[in-house]
C-alpha cells in the first residue's frame, strides 16, 4: 500500500515540478509516461507507450474536438455574435442593470458557441467590461457577472471539455454534452437572480434607466427573428445528437457546415475568414489533444500501480456514506486545481481512473456524477488566488488589481459551489435530458 | 554556422506547410462526416470509409501541427511563475523546461519511430472497415515529435519563439 502510494506521489511530484516550471503540459506527462514505463516494463514497454498515443489519435469521438471549436470561431468571425448581441439588447427591454443581464445571457450565449471559459473572459473583459464602467456599472459586479458567466461556457454543450471528459471516462459523449444544458440554465437563473437581488439592496451599482439611452431599438419579434439562424445552429448539433440522427462528432461536422452557411448568410463567408477559422481550429485543438495523447498512458501505469483497487478498498474500509464519499471525491480535484494548479484535462487522466471502479461500486450515475466533476473543474478556473481564467480576466483589464478580480468572482464561486449541491442533491437537473435519448 | 541557418529554415518552412495540410486535413475531416451524414440519411446508403478516415485524420492533424505549436511557442503552459520571479531567473527556467521538453520529445520521437517501424517490418495492417498499413498513419506520430523536439532545442539556445507577427500565417 506504502509503496503504491510513493509511487503516485513521486509521478505526480515530478509531474508538479515540470508544470511549475513552465514545462508544456503534455511534456509533463511525456516524462512522467516515459520515466514510469522504463521503471516498470523496461524498454519492452516502450511500444505500449506508442500504442497508446497511437490509440488515443486515432480515436473518432475526439474529433469533435477540433471541429466544435472551428464552428465557434467560424460564428464568432462571421456576424453571427453581432447579431445575438442586438437582438438580447433588444430582448432584455428596459429595467435597471440591463446590462448585467445582458452580460450573463451573453456569456450563455458564448458559451455554447465556443465552450472557451478564458477566451470568453478575455474578450468580455476586453469589449464589454470598459463599456459597462463607462456608464456607471459597478466594476466589481461587472467583472463578476463576466467571470461567472465565462464559467458557463465549458458545462453549457457543445463543451469541448465534456468531450475530453467523457472520452476519458468511456461515457456516452452526446449523453455527458447534453446533461450540461440542465445545470447551464439553473446557473444562468442563479446568475440573474444573484443580480436581481444585489440590485434590490442596493440600486446605485446600475445607473439610471434615464441615462442608458443607447439601447437598441425594434420590436420584440424582429429580435427573436433575428436570433433564429444562430439558434438553428445551436438545435442542428444538439438536436442531431438527442435524436439519435448522428453522433458527437458527426453532428459537430454538420455544425461546421451549418457555420459556413451561416456566415454566407450574414455576409461574412470569405477565404481568409475560412483559413483564419481552421487555423484557430487546429491550434487549440492540437494543442488540448496532444495533452490527451500524452497523458493517456499516465492512467494506464496508475491502473498498472494499483492506485484504483487501493482506493476502492480505502473507500470501503472508511465506509462513509454514499453521499460523503462523493463529496470528497469532488473536492479533490477543487483542491488540486488551486493549490497544484492542474489542468483541468490532466486532473481528468489524473482521477478519473481512481473515481470509476469506486462509481461502479456504489452504482452511482456516472453521468451526473462527471456533470459535476465539469462543474467542479469549471468553478477552479475563477476561484482565488490561482484561478487560469481570473489571469485571462487579469491580462484583459490591466487596470484592474488581482484583488478586485477576487472580490469580484467570490460571489459567483458559492453560487456554482451552492449549484453543485443542487444538483447532488436534484440529479434530474442533469440526467432528466440525457435519459430522454434512450441507452 | 550557414548550415545550420539553412536547416532552421528548411525547418521553418516544413512546419508551415505541416500546419497549412493539417488545417486542410481538418476541413477534409468535417466534409467526410457532412457526407456520411447526408449519405445514411437521405439516401439510406452510409459510406465504410467515412469513420476510419476521421479517425487517421485526426491523428495526422495533431501531429502534423505540433511542429508548428512549438515554432510559435503555443503550447499550454502555466506561467504563474513569471510575476513572483526575476526576469533573469525566468529566462533561466525557460531554457531548462525547453531543453527538457526538447529531450522528451526527442525520446518520444525514437520510441514512436521504432514502434512505426516495427509495424512497417511486420506488415501490420489498421483494425477497421477500410485497414490499412498502420506505418502509413503512425509516421506522423514520430515526425511531429522529432520536429517539435527541435524546435525546443533551439529555444533552448535563445533563437525562437518567433515574434506574434512572424508567427501568424
Not at chain 1, 516550471?21 to 507507450?49: D, M, R, S
Not at chain 1, 488540448?288 to 483497487?309: E, H, K, N, R, Y
Not at chain 1, 492542474?342 to 487522466?349: E, K, P, R, S, Y
Not at chain 2, 476521421?54 to 510559435?72: E, G, K, Q
Request: with cysteine; aromatic share 12%.
Amino acid at each position: 500500500m506504502i509503496s503504491i502510494i510513493v509511487t503516485i506521489g513521486v509521478a505526480l511530484g515530478i509531474l508538479v515540478v515540470l508544470l511549475a516550471g513552465g514545462a508544456p503540459v503534455f511534456v509533463g506527462f511525456l516524462a512522467v509516461n516515459t520515466i514510469g514505463v522504463l521503471y516498470f516494463f523496461g524498454p519492452n514497454g516502450f511500444g505500449l507507450f506508442a500504442n497508446s498515443i497511437f490509440t488515443t489519435a486515432t480515436t473518432d469521438t475526439l474529433s469533435a474536438v477540433p471541429l466544435f471549436i472551428v464552428m465557434g470561431e467560424l460564428l464568432f468571425r462571421s456576424g453571427t455574435m453581432e447579431a445575438l448581441f442586438d437582438s438580447l439588447d433588444r430582448l432584455v427591454g428596459r429595467v435597471r442593470g440591463r446590462q448585467y443581464i445582458l452580460c450573463i445571457l451573453l456569456s450563455g450565449i458564448l458559451g455554447a458557441l465556443s465552450g472557451a471559459a478564458m477566451a470568453v473572459a478575455g474578450l468580455l473583459g476586453r469589449s464589454l467590461y470598459p463599456a459597462m464602467v463607462k456608464r456607471g456599472y459597478d466594476p466589481t459586479l461587472t467583472a463578476g457577472t463576466i467571470l461567472g458567466g465565462a464559467s458557463l461556457d465549458p458545462i453549457i454543450p457543445p463543451s469541448v471539455l465534456a468531450v475530453i471528459l467523457a472520452t476519458v471516462a468511456q461515457v456516452s459523449t452526446g449523453k455527458l454534452l447534453i446533461a450540461g444544458m440542465g445545470p447551464g440554465i439553473l446557473l444562468i437563473v442563479m446568475f440573474l437572480v444573484y443580480v436581481g437581488v444585489k440590485l434590490w439592496f442596493n440600486p446605485g451599482l446600475a445607473p439610471e434607466l434615464a441615462t442608458e439611452e443607447d439601447r437598441k431599438k425594434g420590436s420584440i419579434i424582429g429580435a427573436v427573428l433575428q436570433m433564429i439562424p444562430a439558434c438553428f445552429i445551436f438545435f442542428l448539433v444538439m438536436g442531431l445528437v438527442m435524436l439519435g440522427i448522428a453522433t458527437p462528432t458527426e453532428a459537430a461536422a454538420c455544425g461546421v457546415a451549418g457555420a459556413i452557411l451561416l456566415a454566407y448568410y450574414y455576409g461574412g463567408l470569405s477565404v481568409s475568414m475560412l483559413r483564419d477559422s481552421f487555423y484557430a481550429g487546429v491550434t487549440v485543438s492540437a494543442l488540448l489533444l496532444l495533452i490527451m495523447c500524452s497523458a493517456v498512458m499516465f492512467s494506464q501505469l496508475i491502473t498498472f500501480v494499483g492506485a484504483p483497487q487501493l482506493f476502492g478498498e480505502l473507500v470501503q474500509v472508511v465506509n462513509l456514506p454514499v453521499y460523503a464519499t462523493i463529496f470528497i471525491m469532488l473536492a479533490i480535484p477543487f483542491f488540486l486545481h488551486i493549490f497544484l494548479f492542474l489542468d483541468q484535462v490532466a486532473l481528468f487522466f489524473i482521477l478519473i481512473p481512481i473515481y470509476k471502479p469506486i462509481l461502479v461500486n456504489f452504482n452511482v450515475d456516472q453521468i451526473w456524477f462527471f456533470t459535476l466533476l465539469l462543474i467542479v473543474a469549471t468553478v477552479g478556473g475563477i476561484t482565488p488566488p490561482f484561478g487560469y481564467t481570473l489571469f485571462a480576466m487579469k491580462s484583459a483589464l490591466p487596470n484592474s488589481s488581482m484583488t478586485d478580480l477576487y472580490k469580484a468572482s467570490w460571489p459567483f464561486v458559492w453560487l456554482i459551489t451552492g449549484s453543485i449541491f443542487i444538483i447532488g442533491a436534484i440529479p434530474g437537473i442533469a440526467t432528466w435530458l440525457p435519459n430522454l435519448m434512450g441507452p | 554556422m550557414a548550415f545550420l541557418k539553412i536547416l532552421a529554415s528548411i525547418q521553418d518552412a516544413l512546419s508551415r506547410i505541416g500546419f497549412v495540410l493539417a488545417a486542410s486535413v481538418l476541413a477534409i475531416i468535417s466534409a467526410a462526416y457532412c457526407y456520411e451524414v447526408v449519405s445514411r440519411y437521405f439516401f439510406n446508403s452510409p459510406t465504410i470509409w467515412a469513420s476510419p478516415l476521421v479517425s487517421y485524420s485526426l491523428c495526422v492533424t495533431i501531429f502534423l501541427a505540433l511542429p508548428d505549436l512549438a515554432r510559435r511557442g503555443e503550447h499550454i503552459s502555466i506561467d504563474l511563475h513569471e510575476s513572483w520571479l526575476s526576469s533573469k531567473t525566468i529566462k533561466i527556467l525557460k531554457r531548462a523546461t525547453n531543453f527538457v521538453a526538447a529531450a522528451f520529445c526527442f525520446a518520444a520521437a525514437w520510441i514512436t519511430a521504432e514502434q512505426a517501424w516495427s509495424e512497417f517490418v511486420a506488415g501490420v495492417m489498421t483494425n477497421s472497415y477500410v485497414p490499412i498499413p498502420k506505418w502509413w498513419v503512425f509516421i506522423f506520430i514520430p515526425f511531429g515529435f522529432l520536429n517539435g523536439g527541435a524546435f525546443f532545442m533551439r529555444q533552448t539556445f535563445g533563437e525562437l519563439p518567433q515574434t506574434h507577427e512572424e508567427a501568424v500565417l
